[in-house]
């Protein structure tokens, strides 16, 4: 069998090259980190969303989100924020801004970067929440996270982390790390092709808009109390838990909130999944974490869904919401946002 290498000087240099690279976070750190908003401009279009219009979003646009969504794809592709404006501004007689801030795939610390990133610049006035359903469970790093996580920016309380998520997350700013020091020669381009707000196409078919809104009940803001919700057992053995890394961004969200005075609400938008379900499955009671009084948008796929065939709601994958699905949602939940928004304003004014 041959040896790894020919020569002592081969395994050295390979030794030396190993040492520059897992080196490299702390001295792209030492040396200035790039802008934060090259971390968005180099995900991956393909499998991030409009990289554009995030960055737009986050860094470039001054006036504040009247309501600002975040999550993933299932509430990217589950609220329709044209149509939301114009049903909260026909209600309320004035301009209505609506944010949707939803790359592809969950993970709870994509969504701290992004309200940290959003609330350094900005304050909306309703900050709603996607958070994890038991389908969208994950215990690693989110697959971009190496572009958004840099050397030096993860928030405190690492100790919470288990080790094994520590060595991941320092390994995903070793992956991220050349791409960070080139930023320093030439950044990140975004061609404006490529700017649009990740909304799907709203339909304009007057027999399908009749189906979709016709008889649509609404959605409540649930306290965690309600009847309606199913509670995931919390014992050793269940088969959907929520992971010491998703626990840890939740806590980080939830601190970043209440530090910053946001209204935070959650909303569970239903996966395909849960079609026929008249119950809302829940990983956890989310006051546990977000506080007394946390308030959850959401409503059983049999309500939803009543007197109307749910198939035509969903997309092939039998997980997201089609532009018709969208649509029926966003009427769902539009009077409990409208309600949970006056709210804000008038205890604001206060």
Known sequence: MHPAFRTTKSAVAFGLLLLILLTLPKLVEITGLPTRDQAYSALPVQNSGSVAFFKHTLYEEVQNADVLFVGASLIRQGILAHQLETSLGHALGRKIRVRVLA???????????????????HKPGLLVLNQETPSDLRNDPHPNAHWFIRSGELPGHKNE????????????????????????????????????????????????????????????????????????????????????????????????????????VLMHVPPGEELGKTKVPELKRWSEIFGPGIRNIAMPCADLFRAVDSKLFYQRDGHHLNELGAARWTAAVTPAIQSLLTKEEASGSE
Do not use: C, W
């Open 161 to 264: 982390l288990p080790l094994l998520a520590r060595v991941q997350l320092y390994g995903e700013t070793v992956l991220g790390a050349p791409r960070q020091l080139l930023n320093k020669v030439r950044p990140n381009l975004i061609g404006d092709q490529e700017f649009h707000d990740g909304e799907i196409i709203r339909n304009s078919d007057s027999t399908a808009a009749s189906l979709v809104l016709s008889g649509v009940p609404r959605a409540q803001a649930l306290e965690e109390s309600s009847p309606l919700f199913e509670y995931t057992p919390a014992t050793a053995g269940a088969s959907y838990q929520l992971a010491p890394y998703e626990l840890y961004f939740m806590r980080r969200i939830a601190e970043l909130v209440k530090s910053s005075g946001t209204k935070l």
């Open 103 to 121: 790359p592809d795939h969950s993970g709870m610390d994509q969504e701290f970067f992004l309200i940290r990133d959003y609330l350094a610049k």
